[in-house]
């Protein structure tokens, strides 16, 4: 079993006035929370292939390692995804690649499912 088996990690999407939004769950569930800040599938495609790279140890083929969203600081070494203090300065937890990379492959292609996060569902 990977890591969204393990973690019960499950996608759903909310149609609210027509608005399409798309969420995952359980929201306690900090690695999860860190990926869903990404909705743009091209990012996250671009996140998976570094991941990737870093898992085979190719730590040289990775041209920028910042994976820093909204409210994590973040960077891939060889160890892991690193995520920093508020200041950026020190490593407060390091999560294995493999499970950001089993997430981020999840969240992008159920991003990628219709209906489409952040679009309009037709109304019946």
Same mark, same amino acid.
């Given at each position: 079993?990977?890591? +969204?088996?393990?973690? *019960?990690?499950?996608?759903?999407?909310? @149609?609210? %006035?027509?608005?399409?939004?798309?969420?995952?769950?359980?929201?306690?569930?900090? %690695?999860?929370?860190?990926?869903? /800040?990404?909705?743009?599938?091209? @990012?996250?495609?671009? +996140?998976?292939?570094?991941?990737? =790279?870093? #898992?085979? *140890? !190719?730590? !040289?083929?990775?041209?920028?390692?910042? #994976?820093?969203?909204? %409210?994590? +600081?973040?960077?891939?070494?060889?160890?892991? $995804?690193?995520?920093?203090?508020?200041?950026?300065?020190?490593?407060?937890?390091?999560?294995? =690649?493999?499970?950001?990379? !089993?997430?981020?492959?999840?969240?992008? %292609?159920?991003?990628?499912? &219709? &209906?489409?996060? *952040?679009? $309009?569902?037709? /109304?019946?």
């Amino acid at each position: 079993m990977g890591y +969204i088996e393990t973690h *019960g990690i499950k996608f759903h999407t909310r @149609i609210s %006035n027509g608005h399409v939004e798309k969420l995952g769950s359980p929201k306690t569930d900090t %690695n999860l929370n860190f990926v869903l /800040q990404f909705d743009d599938p091209d @990012i996250l495609s671009q +996140i998976i292939n570094n991941l990737q =790279l870093a #898992i085979n *140890g !190719d730590m !040289d083929a990775i041209h920028d390692r910042d #994976i820093t969203a909204d %409210n994590d +600081i973040a960077s891939i070494s060889s160890s892991g $995804v690193d995520f920093y203090d508020d200041k950026g300065q020190e490593i407060i937890e390091t999560v294995p =690649l493999q499970y950001i990379y !089993d997430l981020a492959v999840a969240w992008r %292609n159920y991003l990628l499912q &219709p &209906p489409l996060n *952040g679009t $309009v569902a037709a /109304q019946v």
